[in-house]
């Protein structure tokens, strides 16, 4: 199984909690074979009626949809309102004088931004990873000791437009660029550890993680306030998710007929439609048992 979302609700159909999880499968099996001294979720646990679930794209993904869920609706198990994790976005300055890709809280100015991503350990972790193989800071028109830099690398202005070009096509997540920037990491990482530096080929293997976490696919949290509503439909019932102002924030299931949910899954946007479909599988498959 892979990284979702799950929730619980008991008999009265009320949501109990809501979580998310690295393996969906072992999550949830772990509330009823690993409580161990916990006396409160063993109380969440007798009430659990029925499971419900979202099968994400990535574990990025999933905490975000976690995170959208729980500000729109906490549960009464739930401890907080919303995730735990910094909200960021990655500003590209690709000007003459200082050109860089920076972290920044709040989208502001005339600079493109990417994201927002979660976590400020995983973003400050992938910039580095970005400066390492894409140095556009030291391509700007300063002096001093960034143009010392500069010349160790063997950069100058003249290669700013490229660093930043390819920097953009990165975190636009094209694939190429993506694959030849982390084959890139991964070269230097087993180099080090060939060379026997295994302090810095482990900071290059926690590099890669942030690189990996903020170029994982997420549809369920935008730069862009985008309405949607998103249908799936399989055997009989029909699952929809409501994404306002760029953020996916409503989930909800029902029965309905094939006839009934025809009209609002055609009108689903192609990008959500295979996660629709294949959460309406789930969905219907967990009503099963």
């Known amino acids: 199984m892979e990284p979702g979302v799950y929730r619980f609700r008991d008999e009265a159909g ?14 949830v099996q772990s509330y009823w074979t690993h409580l161990g001294d916990r006396p409160r979720l063993r109380r969440m646990v007798e009430r659990i009626d029925r499971v419900e679930a979202v099968w994400c794209d990535s574990e990025h993904e999933a905490a975000w949809l976690e995170r959208n869920l729980l500000e729109h609706s906490k549960p009464r198990w739930n401890r907080t309102k919303g995730g735990q994790e910094v909200v960021g976005y990655i500003r590209v300055d690709d000007g003459p004088r ?4 920076r972290l920044a809280h709040l989208v502001t100015g005339p600079e493109q931004h990417f994201g927002p991503y979660l976590g400020g350990v995983r973003i400050r972790l992938a910039l580095s990873a970005l400066h390492r193989v894409l140095p556009l800071a030291y391509s700007g028109t300063t002096n001093g000791s960034e143009r010392e830099f500069a010349e160790l690398f063997g950069i100058g202005p003249a290669d700013r437009e490229t660093l930043a070009r390819t920097a953009i096509a990165v975190l636009e997540r094209d694939p190429a660029a993506v694959s030849a920037l982390r ?5 230097r990482r087993d180099r080090a550890a060939a060379e026997l530096r295994f302090e810095f080929a482990a900071k290059l293997q926690e590099e890669i993680a942030g690189f990996d976490w903020i170029v994982a696919e997420q549809k369920v949290s935008w730069l862009e306030p985008r309405d949607a509503d998103v249908y799936g439909w399989a055997d009989d019932v029909l699952v929809h998710f409501q994404v306002r102002a760029g953020r996916m924030c409503k989930w909800t299931q029902r029965a309905v007929s094939e006839a009934v949910a025809r009209d609002r899954v055609a009108a689903t946007p192609v990008l959500w439609q295979p ?6 599988e789930l969905a219907a498959r967990l009503l099963r048992g």
């Open 14 to 27: 009320k949501v109990l909690y809501v979580g998310r999880a690295v393996n969906l499968r072992r999550r």
């Open 98 to 101: 200082r050109p860089e890709l």
């Open 183 to 187: 084959a890139e990491l991964e070269r």
């Open 275 to 280: 996660f629709a479909r294949r959460n309406a």
